[in-house]
Nanobody
């Protein structure tokens, strides 16, 4: 079992930055692959970024060059640094973990999910 808790969302203007955090508890964080997904109203949940325990990262084309995923094993925490935010980034952002050390862009393979943190970007 395990629990993921996201924080760091908020309301910002276009061009601003936010840093999301995801604290993992009850799981072997250092051997989990971690992912960030988002869901806007009326849309499907979509992949944002993922990282393997070895540091291999994957990004959605829409966020490449603007978002950075990272982890801190000492704090059992995954981060999503989001720069140059745009209104189309507005969504509920979810953290996810999978107990296999390969990062994936597919939400279906992640077994553990947080409750989400809202990011709203105004123009």
């Amino acid at each position: 079992q395990g629990q993921l808790t996201e924080s760091g969302g908020g309301m910002v203007q276009a061009g601003d930055s936010l840093r999301l955090s995801c604290v993992s508890s009850g799981r072997p964080f250092s051997s989990d692959a971690m992912g960030w997904f988002r869901q806007a109203p009326g849309r499907e949940r979509e992949f944002v970024a993922a990282i393997s325990p070895g540091g291999i990262t994957h990004y959605a084309d829409s966020v490449k060059g603007r978002f950075t995923i990272s982890t801190d094993n000492a704090k059992n925490t995954a981060f999503l640094q989001m720069n140059n935010l745009q209104p189309e980034d507005t969504a509920l952002y979810y953290c996810a973990a999978k107990n296999y050390p390969v990062a994936s862009m597919s939400a279906a393979v992640y077994s553990y999910w947080g409750q989400g943190t809202q990011v709203t970007v105004s123009s």
